[in-house]
Every structure is written in structure tokens, then in C-alpha cells.
């Protein structure tokens, strides 16, 4: 049965899956991603894992994998296959493509996780059937995805969809890439999950602890969740004027509250738009299978594309 591998590395753990071309997940596995061993270790148990998928295709389907697609967070030179930075990994400027092509002796695509996961939830998930959409992944950090017929922008240098740093609170709190007043240190699952723990003295609690509270109607949990509701509505309009998306999709840990946070958002986005079409806002449907499910996209797109009008095959 024909079929290709899909990887998509985290900072914990690395979740892979054999994937059918209708994009039915034949065979699924994960693994520590053993960030503790250091970059070089990541590099090698990423190849192992792909090469023991590549063997248990093999042994399942009687052939091995077409192609690959992987998923790694940070900054990606998806166009030239370099994974070329990841705090959380350590690694820089590492020629993942080449590396998995030569251990599985197939194409492999490499794409950003967000892009990747945003990449299928356009095209099989929540924004499916959408010409344009925009997916958001509200998570320790905030990270979009541009989408377009089915696609997904990277831009020009790789740093397309970063909508966690556009500044909503001009001379606000610090954020690590430099600039103060980013989105995501007032409306990330971290953030709330940060203010929440302020506001209720409780150095444990987090942002769904905060949810919960809001749901109850406890008013100091509220207030720390309207803020963060404002302050992505503000971060979110500015994306709407700028890429005019049919469909907002929403994801990421924070986004599991539901209607705890969409009936708000909601209304607080439709306050804020003066000309602009406001898009349907909904949830994400893929869950934690997105970043899976997309970098089998990547994989079977490989298979289809063509170049200069050849067709790009194993």
C-alpha cells in the first residue's frame, strides 16, 4: 500500500504517523524528543525514528514510503530544507531535508509546526473549503499560519503568520524577541496562565484553571480573561485588515476552553471591525494531529508537484 511518513518534532516529544493517500493514519507512534542529550542527539533519534516507520512500512504494506514530511518548531528554511533555529532544540542551521533523504533514500519536505498544523487544518479541517484562512495556534507562545487555496504562506524569509509579535500594548510588558507589548505576553495560554496565578495567589494555577473560573463567574478570573480576550481581538483585527481571511481558525491549548473563549472573542472582534468583512471564527478540529496530519500533506504534495514541468517523484 503506498503510503508516506510524517513527523512533527516537539520540545517534549515527537508524534509520527504512516499516512495513506486518502489521509487516513495507517500507523501511529511517538517518541521523547530528548532535548535533555542535546541538538546532535534530537538529529540522530529524529533519523531513527524515521527509518524504524520506514521498516515497519515495509513490514506492514510490503513497500516503503514514498516520501517523508516533518514538522520541527523555530525559524524554517522550508525552501531549502534547513531547520535554522530552535531555542528549545538548541539546533542551528541543520540540513534536516538532506539528512532524512539520505537515511530513507526518498524526497522529504520540511515545514514549520504552526504553518504545518495551520496547513491542515485549511485544507482537511476547520477552514477546509475556504479560499482564505488564518490559523491561530494560542499555545505558550502565539504563531499563525497564512492560507490561501489550500496553501500556506512561509513569506519571504520564513517568518510569515508571526502574529503572537504583533504589538498590541505599545510599551507593555517585554517580550524575548525584543520588542514590548507582544500579543502573546498578554493573550498566550503562558500569559493568562501567568496572570491567573497572580491574580488567585496560586503559583500552580494555569490558564485552564482560569477558565474553569470564569465559567463558575468568579469575577477576578473575569477580568484577567477579558484582558487576554482584548488584547488577542486587537492583535487578531490587525490580521483581518491586513489578510482579509474567510475563516479564522483558532488552536493551541487556550482555544480548549470553547465557548469560554469564542463567544467573547467573537464579540469582541465584531466590535473592532469598522470596513473590514468580519470572518467566521471557529475552532480548530485536528486537535494534536494537525502537526501529523499536515506533514503528511507536505509529504504527498511532494509526490504531485511538479517543477519546471517535470514531476517530482521517489
Request: hydrophobic share 45%.
Amino acid at each position: 500500500m503506498r503510503h508516506v511518513i510524517a513527523l512533527d518534532v516537539g520540545g517534549t516529544g515527537m508524534k509520527a504517523a504512516l499516512v495513506g493517500a486518502d489521509g487516513t493514519l495507517l500507523y501511529r507512534a511517538r517518541r521523547a524528543t530528548g532535548r535533555e542529550r542535546g541538538p546532535d542527539a534530537i538529529v540522530a533519534g529524529i533519523l531513527d525514528f524515521a527509518t524504524a516507520l520506514r521498516g515497519h512500512g515495509v513490514e506492514q504494506f510490503g513497500e516503503p514510503a514514498a516520501a517523508a514530511g516533518v514538522a520541527v518548531p523555530g525559524i524554517v528554511d522550508e525552501a531549502n530544507g534547513i531547520a535554522s533555529y530552535a531555542a528549545n532544540l538548541g539546533w542551528r542551521d541543520v540540513p534536516l531535508r538532506e539528512l532524512l533523504a539520505t537515511a530513507l533514500g526518498v524526497p522529504v519536505a520540511l515545514g514549520h509546526d504552526v504553518r504545518t498544523g495551520g496547513l491542515a487544518e485549511g485544507r482537511i479541517g476547520a477552514g477546509r473549503g475556504a479560499d482564505r484562512f488564518l490559523f491561530v495556534a494560542l499555545g505558550t507562545g502565539i504563531a499563525g499560519a497564512i492560507g490561501f487555496d489550500g496553501r500556506v504562506e512561509a513569506g519571504a524569509h520564513g517568518f510569515a503568520g508571526e502574529i503572537g509579535h504583533i504589538v498590541v500594548r505599545p510599551g507593555g510588558t517585554a517580550c524575548p524577541c525584543g520588542q514590548r507589548g507582544c500579543l502573546e505576553r498578554f493573550a498566550s495560554a503562558a500569559a493568562v496562565s501567568e496572570a491567573w496565578a497572580a491574580a488567585c495567589e496560586d503559583p500552580d494555577a494555569d490558564a485552564a484553571d482560569c477558565a474553569k473560573a470564569v465559567a463558575s463567574g468568579d469575577p477576578n478570573a473575569v477580568r484577567v480573561w477579558q484582558r487576554a480576550v482584548d488584547a488577542l481581538a486587537d492583535g487578531l483585527v490587525t490580521a483581518l485588515t491586513l489578510l482579509d481571511p474567510r475563516t479564522l481558525v483558532i488552536g493551541g491549548g487556550l482555544a480548549e476552553a470553547g465557548e469560554t473563549l469564542f463567544t467573547p472573542l467573537r464579540e469582541a472582534v465584531r466590535q473592532r471591525v469598522t470596513f473590514q468583512k468580519l470572518p467566521e471564527i471557529v475552532p480548530a478540529a485536528l486537535g494534536d494531529s494537525a502537526g501529523c496530519l499536515g506533514a503528511g500533506l507536505l509529504a504527498w504534495d511532494l509526490l504531485t508537484t511538479t517543477t519546471d514541468g517535470m514531476e517530482v517523484t521517489p
